[in-house]
């Protein structure tokens, strides 16, 4: 059922962070050195700033900026420069310090209507799939992007989709399980000895080929999946990336 994961577990977050962005490196240099150009899904919440900062830092021309695309795997419904705001947490510590030209930044309009937000994104991300890098964190619950536990349909056709979130705020704007599933590459970043539990919960579905944990239905069709862990995330996981 799922694709094959490999899974790295790193001893902290900023090992895990300096793993993250030597894989989004070769990966983006790979896309562009294949078709020219190449497109990336950045993630929300805590775990990716680091990364975020690494890939800001890296020596010039590590990256092609200039040729990459960059998406949102989810958005809250909430303008650009709200402190909720994934694309002003990745603005601020990556792409204000990236030469990637500004009409090559595409945001989810949180501040829209959220079913008009998601109609607009889901036009712009249809006509770029697959995209050639996916990053995605997994929450407490399971949850991953913006896609919960409690979606009614984590894949209902569009490649964007709008979500109820249990914490504020409560809107959300995610791209679906099958536009993430179409990617190139998956990359989870996972951190924390509170995400020890769910991420053992994840890889018993993923082996027992029952998922119905978001995180666990990650499954890219043609891609790799990598799950960049650090060992507080995997206490609950022995050497092979089985549950205990």
């Not at 949180?110 to 937000?117: L, V």
């Not at 536990?149 to 056709?157: N, S, V």
């Not at 998956?186 to 769910?198: D, N, P, S």
């Not at 499954?219 to 092979?240: C, M, N, R």
């Amino acid at each position: 059922m799922s694709a094959v994961a490999e899974v790295c577990r790193h001893p902290d977050a900023a090992t895990l962070a300096a793993d993250a962005a030597a894989r989004v490196e070769a990966a983006l240099a790979a896309a562009v050195a294949a078709r020219g150009r190449a497109s990336i899904a950045l993630a929300g919440g805590s775990t990716p700033r680091a990364l975020y900062a690494r890939l800001a830092a890296a020596r010039a021309g590590a990256i092609a900026w200039d040729r990459v695309d960059v998406y949102f795997g989810d958005e809250r419904a909430v303008p650009p420069d709200d402190a909720a705001s994934n694309f002003r947490m990745a603005r601020e510590t990556l792409l204000r310090h990236v030469p990637v030209p500004r009409d090559q930044v595409h945001r989810i309009e949180g501040e829209r209507p959220a079913d008009d937000a998601a109609r607009r994104y889901a036009e712009i991300v249809a006509a770029a799939l697959p995209l050639d890098v996916v990053l995605l964190g997994m929450g407490d619950d399971g949850h991953t992007a913006s896609l919960f536990p409690a979606t009614a349909d984590l894949d209902p056709g569009p490649p964007v989709i709008v979500t109820t979130s249990p914490v504020a705020p409560a809107t959300r704007i995610s791209l679906a399980l099958g536009a993430i599933n179409r990617a190139r590459a998956v990359i989870f970043l996972v951190a924390g000895a509170g995400k020890a539990a769910r991420l053992a919960e994840v890889f018993a579905q993923r082996r027992a080929g029952a998922p119905t944990l978001p995180a666990a239905r990650v499954a890219p069709t043609d891609g790799t999946l990598t799950w960049l862990v650090d060992d507080a995330a995997a206490a609950q996981l022995d050497a092979e990336g089985a549950p205990r």
